[in-house]
């Protein structure tokens, strides 16, 4: 009987994602949320589970510091890493997007903005999609960015013609269809998992990292249109239910490997990763801020 992560790692394996990739993922997963620091021998532990060399993880380590991703601390022989500025940033906007609850609500209107087409790298960053050369389209109340000579209008429309703006606009046919390989996936190990079958720590957390890892490459495209707005049949509703319910599961058992085996470079445990638990949870803010205990939820989901 195969294991539950034999096939993920064999899809990781087989689409063209690098080494370097998935640490990104793992610190903003993981490891941002503990202080930010982490020992080098800490992540080299993680990728032997994966079968992946001590070398190729500091090749990997050495390429993201060059390239202004990671700043390295020295301490006697030991490195430690740290996410630089740049890549907090890129984070801290990555984050509420790939953990947020239901998309919004369909306001029941598009914003219609015309203007220079070079602003299109900025228009799509803001989550605008592209009817044609300089014209951009998105739901409507989203924020417009301050840009000289933009041209702005309100448009509506009953519910096919909207849908049909949003699939010309958007590239929601290759999102739907990478959410649907998502599910075909990590499908199987939400199921072992609902049968009970039991992943050391060590595999909890290389499961999580994984999930997040193959998530974030699809959400992080998905301008997160309303319901109303989205083809029959969407997958990216239940993808999210599938990784929050994954996500819960593996959470303690990766989070025990991490309270034991990950040090900064204090030579200190990196402390607990509250805001973790709170994560792809849909309780207003004041739920989080009134200091209720992370570890007294029973699900991340």
């Given at each position: 009987?195969?294991h539950?992560l034999?096939?993920?790692?064999?899809?990781?394996?087989?689409?063209?994602?690098?080494t370097?990739s998935?640490?990104?993922?793992i610190y903003g997963?993981?490891?941002?949320p503990?202080g930010?620091?982490?020992w080098?021998?800490?992540?080299s532990a993680f990728f032997k589970?994966?079968?992946?060399?001590?070398?190729?993880?500091?090749t990997?380590m050495?390429r993201l510091?060059?390239?202004?991703?990671?700043?390295r601390?020295k301490?006697?022989r030991?490195?430690?890493?740290?996410?630089?500025?740049k890549?907090?940033?890129?984070f801290?906007?990555?984050?509420?997007?790939?953990y947020?609850a239901d998309?919004p609500?369909w306001?029941?209107?598009?914003?219609?903005?015309?203007g220079?087409p070079?602003a299109?790298p900025?228009m799509?960053?803001?989550g605008?999609?592209?009817?044609?050369?300089?014209v951009?389209?998105a739901p409507?109340?989203t924020?417009?960015?301050?840009l000289?000579?933009?041209?702005?209008?309100?448009?509506?429309?009953d519910?096919?013609?909207?849908?049909a703006?949003?699939t010309?606009?958007?590239a929601?046919?290759?999102?739907?269809a990478?959410y649907g390989r998502?599910?075909?996936?990590?499908?199987?190990l939400r199921?072992?998992l609902?049968?009970?079958d039991?992943?050391s720590?060590?595999?909890c957390?290389?499961a999580?990292v994984?999930?997040?890892h193959e998530?974030?490459?699809i959400?992080l495209?998905?301008p997160m249109?309303?319901?109303?707005l989205?083809?029959?049949?969407?997958?990216?509703?239940e993808?999210?239910?599938?990784?929050?319910?994954v996500?819960?599961?593996?959470l303690p058992g990766a989070?025990r490997?991490?309270?034991?085996h990950a040090v900064n470079?204090?030579?200190?445990?990196l402390?607990?990763?509250?805001?973790?638990w709170?994560?792809?949870?849909?309780?207003?803010?004041?739920?989080?801020a009134?200091?209720?205990?992370?570890r007294?939820?029973s699900?991340?989901?």
């Amino acid at each position: 009987m195969s294991h539950p992560l034999d096939a993920i790692l064999d899809h990781i394996r087989a689409e063209p994602s690098r080494t370097w990739s998935i640490i990104v993922t793992i610190y903003g997963d993981a490891i941002v949320p503990r202080g930010g620091s982490v020992w080098l021998g800490t992540l080299s532990a993680f990728f032997k589970a994966m079968g992946i060399s001590d070398g190729v993880v500091r090749t990997a380590m050495s390429r993201l510091a060059s390239d202004g991703w990671l700043e390295r601390t020295k301490v006697g022989r030991n490195s430690y890493y740290r996410l630089a500025e740049k890549g907090r940033d890129v984070f801290r906007q990555a984050t509420a997007h790939i953990y947020s609850a239901d998309p919004p609500p369909w306001a029941g209107r598009f914003e219609l903005v015309a203007g220079d087409p070079a602003a299109r790298p900025v228009m799509e960053e803001a989550g605008f999609g592209t009817l044609a050369p300089g014209v951009w389209v998105a739901p409507g109340g989203t924020p417009v960015p301050d840009l000289d000579g933009l041209v702005r209008l309100s448009a509506t429309g009953d519910a096919a013609q909207s849908r049909a703006l949003a699939t010309r606009a958007f590239a929601l046919e290759a999102t739907g269809a990478a959410y649907g390989r998502f599910l075909e996936t990590f499908g199987p190990l939400r199921a072992a998992l609902a049968e009970g079958d039991a992943l050391s720590d060590i595999e909890c957390l290389l499961a999580r990292v994984l999930l997040i890892h193959e998530y974030r490459r699809i959400v992080l495209r998905d301008p997160m249109l309303p319901e109303e707005l989205l083809p029959s049949a969407w997958p990216g509703g239940e993808a999210r239910r599938l990784c929050a319910e994954v996500y819960g599961a593996l959470l303690p058992g990766a989070e025990r490997w991490l309270d034991a085996h990950a040090v900064n470079e204090y030579g200190e445990p990196l402390p607990p990763g509250e805001e973790n638990w709170r994560r792809f949870r849909s309780a207003p803010a004041s739920d989080s801020a009134a200091g209720t205990g992370p570890r007294s939820s029973s699900s991340a989901g």
